[in-house]
Structure formats: structure tokens, C-alpha cells
């Protein structure tokens, strides 16, 4: 709920997602990023990119799901359930 619930992103799945390796390696390059866990066991890389528009990482098999990874889906339930 709120505001950040509606904030425009975009999402990018990432072949071997490694929350840790990542962040250093945007660290490494200067970017800031936040690690944001979903359900509170899939992690989320979230970082702001340009004109207001977030940036988040996740594993490639993330559908929105449950999950550490946030893959586990069931095809009668909504893509991205609240």
C-alpha cells in the first residue's frame, strides 16, 4: 500500500542471481542499490535508475511468486500476488 506501490519499475531477471555478488560488484562501479526482501525470503535488488523509473534484479525465474527465489507461481493466481 501507499505510495511506493505504484512507483514505475522495471524488472530484470538475472542467470545466477547472487544478492551478494551483485551488490558488490554495483558497489565496485559506484551504483546504489538496496537489497529488499519480498515475503521476507526472496531477495530483491532494487536500485533507482533514470527519470524516477526503479531498477530490480532478481533471479531469471522469478514470477512474482512465493518462494526464496519468488518462483513458485500457480497459473490460476494473478502474475504478481498481494
Keep these: 500500500t501507499g505510495?511506493?506501490?505504484?512507483?514505475?519499475?522495471v524488472g530484470f531477471?538475472?542467470?545466477g542471481f547472487d544478492p551478494e555478488r551483485i551488490m558488490k560488484t554495483l558497489a565496485d562501479h559506484g551504483v546504489t542499490?538496496?537489497?529488499r526482501?519480498?515475503?521476507g525470503i526472496t531477495p530483491e535488488i532494487?536500485?533507482?535508475?533514470?527519470?524516477?523509473?526503479?531498477?530490480?534484479?532478481?533471479d531469471v525465474t522469478y514470477c512474482g511468486g512465493t518462494g526464496v527465489?519468488?518462483?513458485v507461481c500457480h497459473p490460476r493466481e494473478?502474475?504478481?500476488?498481494r
Design 46 to 58: 532494487l536500485l533507482d535508475g533514470p527519470d524516477g523509473v526503479g531498477i530490480q534484479l532478481q
Design 33 to 35: 542499490a538496496r537489497v
Design 3 to 9: 505510495p511506493e506501490a505504484f512507483r514505475p519499475h
Design 13 to 15: 531477471g538475472v542467470e
Design 78 to 81: 494473478r502474475p504478481f500476488p
Design 37 to 39: 526482501m519480498r515475503e
Design 69 to 71: 527465489l519468488g518462483n
